[in-house]
């Protein structure tokens, strides 16, 4: 019973394109883990481990924060707990990160869910989306949006990244 409490305190529902930008209705309640040791212990890994995090534009896991209007989760030991991410991939512009720094920030998390998008309909191909090819062990990936035109790219990119087949080629 203890842990539906902490669930609904601490846990958001999960992102959808109309909460990226927005807090959720329901408030969380952190001062919860405060009340006692026994009660951090038991709940800090649902804060953690079961909400979607936005990862950072540029820093990857590096200050994810809940929901945009929240502040950036900033110790390393609670970043560290973070298990599920949610990245917007702009096709169209360079990226301020490279392959080997997605493989690092994303390898063996529970889930991903990259949100792609471009400013113009067809505007670009799927190339910054072969920088996400050396990331391995994810549980669940999810790639959603400007996919059109590269599709089957999408679904081979999401086997690769919840293989732990380090060598890259999957059929």
């Known amino acids: 019973m203890r842990l539906e409490i902490y669930r ?19 408030p969380l309640h ?7 040791r026994q009660t951090h212990a038991e709940a800090v890994g649902m804060l953690y481990g079961e909400n979607t995090f936005l990862a950072h534009q540029t820093m990857l896991t590096s200050f994810p924060r809940l929901r945009v209007g929240y502040p950036p ?71 959603y949006g400007s996919t059109t035109g590269f599709e089957d790219y999408v679904q081979w990119l999401r086997r690769v990244m919840e293989s732990h087949d380090t060598r890259g080629c999957l059929a």
């Open 73 to 143: 989760v900033r110790e390393a030991a609670a970043a560290a707990r973070i298990r599920r991410y949610h990245m917007r991939v702009r096709l169209d512009c360079d990226p301020a990160y490279d392959r080997d720094a997605l493989a690092r920030a994303f390898a063996d998390v529970d889930e991903l869910t990259l949100e792609v998008w471009q400013a113009a309909f067809l505007g670009a191909d799927h190339g910054v989306l072969t920088l996400f090819e050396g990331v391995r062990g994810v549980g669940r990936v999810r790639i």
């Open 30 to 36: 952190t001062a919860i883990l405060a009340a006692c």
């Open 8 to 26: 609904h305190l601490l846990v958001h529902p999960p992102l959808t394109r109309n909460l990226l930008g927005a807090h959720s209705s329901r």
